[in-house]
């Protein structure tokens, strides 16, 4: 924690953006990995293990109504068709864009599509060296690594697939791996042939000048980043839970008693609001209305912050700043704090309507140490919990939340908005006094958000296999890791996981635990 690695897209500062190549510039498609103990950071014993990101995953379900991703919002609303930046990369890059067939050649233009932050989500973890990527690769290198290969070439896809049924045409016989023809297919099918259909290579210099030959790309290499982005933006927007027995009145009496706990003496619905169960989630967002708020903080003062984003001082602020952290480009990633610039006449890059209410004037900004509200839907089936994954069960986040958050020293090593303009923890951050009937009673209501189809892998939750890391063998490997054991998430249909033995996965989030025998296990 605290160092800013390059995961998701976040890039090290002072080095270019990894959105084209200069002409003639020749781009690794294939990079070298040393498995050197001494320098990598993961190792025991001489043995080097996977990298573990510094913030802990959220899901993605009903996330297409999150008005900016990724826990510090940095998955920006608008999609710029190559990075999660938004209009900031546009700003700031000439060399951003994608390759449009218009009459009279090839034209390098921006994009800026609202409400697509789950776009801006996807193409941030595909290029990143700590998540998915050999260090200074391009997008494009991507796109001419995956463009020849058929999809989903090494999962198992199930026959009833609740998306791939509708075309039969791309289901392959068994043992039912992968699909049908390749990327390009898909591509050629889905987008409009402007985006696609100009032969030749080209590449993109800094000024966005395009040029034929000199090594460069195809343009569907060159686009593969927008392709990328907008097709898992259409497939996460099918992801949307609503049959929990929250949403159909088949609350057990527990559940009913908690549901008053979370909206009354517990104040989480302050924070946890509407149907999403998120501030972060609001339909009044749309547009850029609403994202900045005023608030008493716990002196007394008041200050701005970015609706939707709090903190609540699961750690010290100082471990990781959230959403007050900046863009590769240094603009701040919080509205707040583009606001105060505004008000000194700053330009910014995002658009937004200002605050509304008393004191908005206040250049006071609370939101170092601020991560997006969570949806609480399916939260049952999806420890750890919070940003940093500190918290193994419910259990322990209520107690976190009972005991008033997690309070250190007072004064400015005091994480909870107590000193002055010191720290910046949510005043609702109070002890809250439940007993034990509260306690059990919130854990029955937060297992009622849990939609049946979730915990059952069943359509439009099913998937392909998917190979989960699960620990390490003995073995060493020739290139120096270690064997990793992987479990392998059987694919589903529109039907779910097999109604023989247990079902469905427990409404405590044991992923390895009592299912353990619905998955295959590997060692690689
Ligand atoms: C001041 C706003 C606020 C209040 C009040 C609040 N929460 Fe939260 N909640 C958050 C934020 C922000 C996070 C994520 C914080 C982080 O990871 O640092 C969170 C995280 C959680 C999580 C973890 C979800 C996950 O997927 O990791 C649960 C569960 C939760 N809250 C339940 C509750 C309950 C129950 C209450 C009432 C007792 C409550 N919250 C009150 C803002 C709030």
Not at 419 to 438: K, L
Request: proline share 7%.
């Amino acid at each position: 924690m605290g160092s800013q690695g390059t995961y998701a897209g976040l890039f090290i500062p002072g080095q270019p953006a990894p959105v084209n190549l200069a002409p003639g510039q020749q781009a690794p498609t294939e990079c070298q990995v040393t498995y050197d103990p001494a320098n990598n950071p993961f190792h025991a014993n001489g043995n080097v293990y996977r990298k573990v990101p510094p913030r802990n995953t959220p899901t993605n379900i009903n996330a297409v109504f999150n008005y900016r991703n990724f826990w510090d919002g940095r998955a920006n609303n608008v999609f710029n068709g190559v990075n999660p930046f938004g209009v900031r990369t546009n700003l700031a890059s000439k060399q951003a864009g994608v390759l449009v067939d218009v009459s009279g050649g090839i034209q390098l233009q921006q994009l800026a599509i609202a409400n697509a932050s789950l776009a801006s989500q996807s193409v941030g973890p595909i290029l990143s060296d700590g998540e998915m990527s050999c260090t200074n690769r391009a997008f494009a290198d991507v796109g001419r690594r995956l463009i020849t290969t058929p999809p989903l070439a090494n999962q198992a896809v199930h026959p009833t697939d609740s998306l791939f049924k509708q075309t039969p045409s791309l289901l392959v016989a068994p043992p039912h791996n992968g699909l049908t023809g390749t990327y390009a297919d898909l591509i050629r099918a889905a987008f409009d042939p402007k985006y696609w259909d100009v032969k030749g290579k080209y590449s993109v210099d800094a000024n966005g000048n395009v040029t034929k030959g000199n090594g460069g790309y195809t343009q569907m290499e060159q686009n593969f980043s927008m392709f990328w982005g907008l097709a898992i933006q259409a497939y996460e927007s099918l992801l949307i839970s609503d049959q929990s027995p929250f949403d159909t009145g088949t609350m057990a009496a527990d559940a009913k008693r908690g549901e008053g706990v979370f909206t009354g003496k517990g104040h989480c619905a302050e924070c946890h609001n509407g149907p999403l169960l998120t501030n972060a989630a609001k339909t009044s967002q749309q547009g850029g209305s609403d994202v900045i708020r005023s608030m008493q903080m716990g002196d007394g003062g008041v200050a701005l912050y970015d609706t939707g984003f709090y903190n609540i001082g699961v750690r010290p602020t100082g471990e990781d700043i959230g959403i007050g952290g900046t863009d590769a480009f240094g603009n701040p990633l919080s509205f707040s704090q583009e606001y105060v610039a505004v008000l000194q006449g700053q330009p910014v890059p995002d658009s937004f309507a200002p605050p509304t209410g008393a004191n908005i004037r206040s250049s006071r900004v609370a939101v170092d140490g601020a991560f997006k509200v969570p949806t609480l839907r399916n939260v049952a089936l999806t420890p750890p919990y919070m940003h940093n994954g500190g918290f193994a069960s419910l259990e322990q986040v209520i107690a976190f939340y009972n005991r008033g958050g997690n309070r250190q020293n007072a004064g400015c090593g005091d994480t909870t908005g107590f000193g002055a303009n010191c720290s910046n923890v949510d005043p609702e951050i109070e002890n809250r006094s439940f007993n034990q009937q509260d306690v059990s009673d919130l854990v029955a209501f937060l297992k009622s958000l849990t939609d049946n189809r979730v915990a059952c892998h069943a359509g439009p939750f099913d998937h392909p296999s998917i190979q989960l890391p699960n620990g390490y063998s003995s073995a060493l490997l020739p290139d120096g890791r270690t064997a990793e054991v992987l479990s392998i998430l059987p694919a589903t249909g529109s039907g779910g996981l097999p109604a023989s033995g247990k079902p469905c996965f427990p409404n405590a989030g044991n992923l390895f635990g009592d299912l353990q025998s619905a998955f295959t296990t590997i060692t690689r």
